[in-house]
């Protein structure tokens, strides 16, 4: 690979620190050898003149589904093949990475350990990926899908994106099964859902068997993330439950208690909140013909947030961002950014949103030593977009701003 300068740009780091430029950076073997104001372009360098443009770290989003779904029926795209989801998701991925997302996590689905692998293999031109494989279920919990016989949801490829699992042996087989196929991560529920098809509002988990969970995941290096739907006035148990046993992040939780904060604190757990599809799904419901329970309980989950926030922020939990999107007509991948603007209408700073998005991301999976940031050493993962995102977050769905999308200094992304 050789040597790549980019000029005249105004440079956001992803430290907190507020942008300077104009500066320039030079890129060598796919990493960050110089940067500032002051930098030499090394001779034979092939120069990217930014015009002014701002250069960031790419972005990263720490929850969301290749579900490769076309719409809100469940059914219908649950009894569908898992390679037809893989085929549409490798279309959405290249939406992804045109949107500015460097790096994204798959949360839970069929054919994201499938759609890894093929970007790793540069067949498909999208984001570095993480992936937990399937959302591992206690029978009758959340994921598991109860307008599906009990006897294919249990089968040894259930439909949907869930691996059942009961038992402190089951779970860590399941885990096992994951790790195999190349998750990087391990999912799992300790709260129910949202979605009122959801069969109860309560995981059945015991600490024994998050435990063992925890500890598959952590013996090879992954996370264990778990899912918790929380809202104001819920009890936070299952949340406790599943920080004692060794979680490592707390996806969704929009109403947490102080208790629970504090827990979660004391352990290190992150709290991953994601409102954009809640905020999608609360403005179209009318034109999706979105259950009215389903919505309501949507609404309420941006409310809690926005209660939990400034006490998370108050009693220093870490925080990831993520869009939970799904790919569906309310959250279509490649707009992803929208979590961004609707985290700031809830109370998060631009430059809280944006830090997240990049440097804490990469905190919470522990690769912060190569990403999230624009420093010397780091790996060479950035866009290059037309304006300031620190003064308006929205410009980032604004794709044609985006000029330019770079992986380990290799442009995959250019417009004029």
Same mark, same amino acid.
Request: net charge negative; proline share 5%; glycine share 12%.
């Given at each position: ?117 093929? $970007?790793? #293999?540069?067949? =498909?031109?999208?984001? @570095?990926?993480?992936?937990? !494989?399937?959302?591992?279920? *206690?029978? /009758? ?90 809202? $104001?006035? #819920?009890?936070? =148990?299952?949340?406790? @439950?599943?920080?004692?046993? !060794?979680?490592?992040?707390? *996806?969704? /939780? ?163």
């Amino acid at each position: 690979m050789g040597t790549t300068a980019i000029t005249n740009a105004s440079i956001f780091d992803g430290t907190g620190a507020e942008p300077y430029g104009p500066a320039g950076l030079v890129i060598e073997d796919g990493r960050i050898t110089a940067i500032g104001p002051d930098v030499e372009v090394p001779l034979g360098a092939e120069i990217i003149d930014a015009a002014g443009a701002h250069v960031l770290p790419g972005l990263i989003d720490s929850h969301l589904h290749l579900f490769g779904i076309p719409g809100y029926d469940f059914l219908s795209w649950a009894m569908e093949s898992p390679m037809l989801h893989a085929i549409r998701s490798a279309i959405e991925v290249q939406e992804i990475l045109g949107a500015g997302f460097t790096l994204i996590r798959d949360c839970g689905s069929d054919n994201s350990l499938q759609v890894k692998k093929a $970007i790793e #293999e540069g067949k =498909v031109n999208g984001p @570095r990926m993480r992936a937990v !494989g399937r959302f591992i279920a *206690e029978t /009758g919990g959340i994921p598991d899908l109860p307008f599906i016989r009990l006897e294919w949801m249990q089968g040894p490829e259930p439909p949907g994106f869930v691996r059942l699992a009961d038992g402190v042996g089951e779970v860590a087989k399941a885990a096992r099964e994951q790790i195999r196929g190349g998750a990087t991560d391990i999912k799992m529920g300790v709260t129910g859902g949202i979605d009122p098809s959801f069969i109860r509002a309560e995981s059945a988990w015991t600490g024994a068997e998050i435990e063992a969970a925890a500890h598959v995941a952590h013996n090879v290096g992954a996370l264990l993330s778990c899912h918790s739907n929380t809202l $104001i006035g #819920e009890s936070c =148990v299952g949340m406790q @439950r599943a920080i004692r046993a !060794g979680a490592d992040s707390i *996806e969704h /939780g929009y109403w947490i208690d102080d208790e629970t904060l504090e827990m979660m604190a004391t352990h290190g757990v992150t709290w991953n909140p994601n409102v954009g599809y809640l905020s999608r799904a609360v403005e179209r419901a009318d034109d999706l013909d979105l259950n009215p329970v389903y919505v309501d309980r949507c609404q309420m989950a941006l409310d809690s947030y926005a209660d939990t926030l400034p006490r998370s922020q108050s009693i220093g939990v870490r925080r990831a961002i993520g869009s939970d999107f799904l790919g569906t007509p309310a959250d279509p991948h490649g707009e992803e950014a929208y979590e961004l603007e609707v985290q700031t209408r809830l109370g998060l700073s631009n430059m809280d949103a944006l830090v997240t998005a990049t440097r804490g991301n990469a905190e919470f999976f522990r690769i912060d030593d190569d990403f999230g940031t624009l420093e010397v050493g780091k790996v060479a993962d950035l866009l290059i977009i037309d304006g300031n995102p620190l003064d308006d977050v929205r410009i980032l769905q604004e794709r044609h701003r985006i000029k330019r999308v770079m992986i380990g200094g290799e442009t995959r992304i250019t417009r004029p």
